[in-house]
């Protein structure tokens, strides 16, 4: 993305000589009252939980919508030493891969959970796009609480998109590879043979969400970018947009920009389902982890799966159809009746607008151009509702605001613009600062959109913000589209960098987790009382089974740990309160510290490496007496026979407290 | 004789009073609520004859910076009475209907006052325990502070505010005390009356 950073960079230059004026500065964009509307008083709330994606962190950041505070940030693909997420035993399942662990991942796109449509406000699903992955979260508790890998796929960035009923998450590859039971060790000359584009679809368990991968399609190896469900009546097919129909693998930014037209390709998933079910596909043999968080354990575990079911282009053959699509199309966006969808060629000046209903009568007349790898082109014209003409520079993404309106952001030309689906006409159009990529607009993208704010989101920054180094915060702006003009509110900075997000009412996540109840609590070590509280010895491992309430440990102090243990402290939290967390850390952790909700246990690993007397202490401010909640380890040298015993509090006796002696097994 | 027995209205008010005390034995008689900076959205616990619920388990969280004891249902002897005083005065009042004599109504009245007095001076007697009985190792101390909640009403301790009301059930017990007192004023009015 950096390199297109430049390229935007250099064309707004560009434009800046050709033009040979300046362009307009905010402060005349800003209305008189802007600052009163994204106005939150102390004690209000915002309207809107705004799910921004993490870009290179690798997490989802949370911002309150109008007044682009940030809520939270929620570890998903990333190690996060805040709460120990991925460093913790409990949580470093969530981060293995067929690969191994890891810890990062370059996070894109996100998609609230619907139901008709309609975002539901149960679930947020994130892509990682570096080792694909997708992630499903809780927004009862705002948890990572499940990942699957998918196979066959490398960039993943077309995900993960929903269909209207959360039936199906989608994970189109970015990059064409060989197939997993293909090997990889083969010449790149050998590209248009050997390598395919793989679409997953993972089906999503009704009730529980839980993933599963249902089905895959080897596609022709071209690379598959956005992507977007159909909804009502086009409720059963999936659209994606695809870039390099020439099948380049060197300098793509000119070998694959030669064809005037890419494709969207249209793909009946309801069909494919049956297929699959009718037994078709070929059984491929792979390698894919899916982890899984469990809420009443406190703890995830990882499984390592096998197998996958892919179908053919030859199967899909009556279910999978190529559309022409100007130049390098990007985003390819459905709007809110089901019937049209627009793709975005970025390197096109007309925005191509597709109608569901035509395509269907060209397929059903069987008006095709030609084949492209075995899938049948629909004629370009037969399929398309309209252009939009003269829209701006570099169109990237649409959003939809339910009254007939579409809203795209221009790359290139550094705004957004809003134009009329039925008749195409461009209606207004708002400079942003700089370089928008994705928008978004509450519900923007399903069969109801909420339609009173859009945000943009930029990559370019440039006097926006103090500035802070050679590297800027990037930035998102907010605009009140409830009028016939769009209105710039404000701008905040947000985490480098922010692809797609999306947001719903406030309202609507009424119904969160407060604390975990400590009697549901049924991880392995939990500690569900102070006088539980104990040190167990099983050769060089030590299970500490620690307790915290306000403002102390038990037990806080422990001696009898040698150099070459493995030492791990289960905390649980006592609290049945909400917002007490308490944190837990000990010198020379080379992991993180942890920090525990209220009724949830967690362990840390702790593996001294020299004799020594180890603090530990609380790590969040949890009370007047915060600053006294802490312990020491004793460590002895290794092999030395040092007792194991550990204190449990007893106030009558300050200065010595009882002491138990360790239990050995 | 016909002076002795009760007015047809007393008669029914009676057995109305019956009825509340036994629906009194089913809900909370009373409610402690507490608010502090950082609980704004308030700490309850209820008194029902027979238990304590609410969130008193984070009330006895907080209460060990002062050193009070926790507050535990099992310490209460008066969990295994109440109930069945209550239900003995639902009874004494369906009685007084039935047998319809102006002695019984007295008696009831008279019972009724002594219990309900000695239910509050019970519940001032916890409160001041659980108030000035405090550890003294605790980790906060204040010279001359006692942390007693009020009897009826709001009183601030430390940085809680404390309230103290009945609830549905100390509100009937309020109710048939002052339905009895009346009920006796009237039947004793109409016997001097005559």
Redesign the interface.
Known sequence: MKSLKFFGLGSVMALLLVSGCKPKGTETAVTGDAAERVYVAPGKYDEYYNFVSGGFNGQVNVYGLPSGRLLKVLPVFSQNPENGYGYSEETKPMLETSHGFIPWDDQHHLSLSQTNGEVDGRWLFANANNTPRVARLDLKTFKTVEILEIPNSAGNHSSPFLTENTEYVVAGTRFAVPTDDQSGDVPIESFKSNFKGVLSFIGIDKQSGEMDLSFQIEAPGINFDLSHAGKKKSGDWFFFSCYNSEKANTLLEVNASQNDKDFIMAVNWKKAAELVKAGKGRKVTTEYAHNKFDESTHTATSTMKKEVIVLSVEDMKDAMFMIPCPKSPHGCDVDPTGEYIVGSGKLAALIPVFSFDKMIKAIADKNFAGEFDGVKVIKYEAALHGEVQKPGLGPLHTEFDGKGNAYTSMFVSSEVVKWNIKDLKVLDRQPTFYSVGHLMIPGGDSAKPFGKYLVAYNKITKDRYLPTGPELAQSAQLYDISGDKMKLLLDFPTFGEPHYAQALPGDMLKDQVKFFRIEDNKHPYATKGEAESKVVREGNKVHVYMTSIRSHFAPDNIEGIRVGDEVYFHVTNLEQDWDIPHGFAIKGAQNAELLIMPGETCTLKWMPKKPGMYPMYCTDFCSALHQEMQGYVRVSPAGSNTPLIYSLNNKKDNAQSPVKAGETK | MKNNSLKKITRIALVFCGCALIVSIFVPLWSIYLTAPQYP?GLAMYLWPNKITGEY??IN?LNH?IGMKTIQPEDFWEFKVLPYALAFFALLCFLTALFNRKLWLFITLVLFLIFGVAFMVDFWLWEYDYGHDL?P?A??VVPGMSYQPPLLGYKQLLNFGAYSYPNVGGGIMFGVALILAILAWVEYRKTSAT
């Open positions: 959205e388990e984070i969280g910076y550890d190792t980790p906060i």
